[in-house]
């Protein structure tokens, strides 16, 4: 199952009321058991995805669509499981997935598919799949081993860990990156002060949320900023023009991944306080 999502004007989302942004910027029920479900946006052609597999899982993608006969012919993949142990099988080559563990499969891949190591406490495989023009080798990626960089602080209720999975001085890759961030306890802001990156798209899967907390997730241009009301393992699609920040009621983790004209970590424009409206 896949579904379009275009991209939109800034001036057009700044007039959106709650049900258009969230019909257009937010991805509800991602992970179904036993189902794959594909997000096809019109930012930078990212494709996101979620499988829950009881029985294994492949993804398939109406050639139309991408125009390939296979999805990676010219793309990449990013899979990070949130879920329990898993496999994914690429080529005949099995890459065991311990939870948070991270897969990058090169352009060029042709038959992959997704395993529960047991079908009572799934894995749930996070997707992201982009562009690519040049062939990178599928490298796996423990929790463990993923460079850290601590940033925040207590006092500003924003100190966090942000994991790099997928990036220039890690697992290489054409486009993409990947990573995981945590939030220290009491600690309920993410990526504040906030920023904008014209030169790439992001998206957020926001996730391990109790059912009664909630994300703020505050989007838009910063002197027109609206929000979304995000629940546990949704996802914000966060245009170039957007900044993307969010704020918990209670404890969360997110995986971000970014897809654009570079993958330079640090290249984004900061946005002062006191612009931000």
């Known amino acids: 199952m896949m579904e379009i999502r275009q991209a939109v004007h800034p001036e ?16 509800e029920e991602l992970f179904l058991p036993d189902q794959t479900r594909m997000v096809y946006s019109y930012y930078d052609r990212l494709i996101i995805a979620g499988l829950v597999p009881l029985a294994p899982l492949t993804l398939q993608v109406d050639e139309k669509v ?47 598919a997704f395993e ?14 982009a562009p690519a023009h040049a062939n990178f080798p599928t490298t796996q990626v423990s929790f463990a081993d993923a460079e850290p960089i601590h940033l925040g602080e207590v006092e500003n209720s924003n100190k966090r860990t942000i994991r790099k999975y997928i990036h ?23 990526t504040m002060p906030v920023h904008t990156h014209p030169r790439r798209m992001e998206a957020y899967l926001y996730f391990d949320m109790a ?9 838009g241009e910063p002197a027109e900023t609206r929000h979304l009301v995000v629940r546990n393992e949704e996802v914000v699609l966060s245009p170039s023009w957007s900044i993307h920040s969010g704020a918990g009621t209670g404890s969360y983790t997110f995986i ?3 897809v654009g004209e570079n993958q330079t970590f640090t290249d984004m424009d900061g946005v002062s306080m006191a612009d931000l409206r």
Request: hydrophobic share 40%; with cysteine; net charge negative.
């Open 12 to 27: 057009h989302a700044a007039m959106m009321p709650t049900d258009e942004i969230r019909e257009h910027f937010l991805v």
């Open 66 to 112: 991408i125009g390939t006969a296979h999805l990676l012919d010219r793309r990449e993949m990013g899979v990070i499981n949130i879920g329990g142990a898993g496999m994914v099988r690429v080529d005949g080559q099995d890459y065991r997935m311990a939870p948070r563990d991270g897969l990058y499969i090169g352009m060029g891949a042709k038959d992959i």
């Open 256 to 258: 971000w991944g970014m």
């Open 211 to 219: 059912d009664e907390n909630v994300v703020f997730h505050f989007m």
């Open 168 to 190: 220039p001085e890690g697992i290489r890759s054409c486009q993409l990156v990947m990573g995981m961030t945590t939030l220290e306890t009491g600690c309920v802001w993410n």
């Open 116 to 129: 529960s190591e047991d079908p009572n406490t799934p894995a749930r495989f996070y997707v992201n799949c």
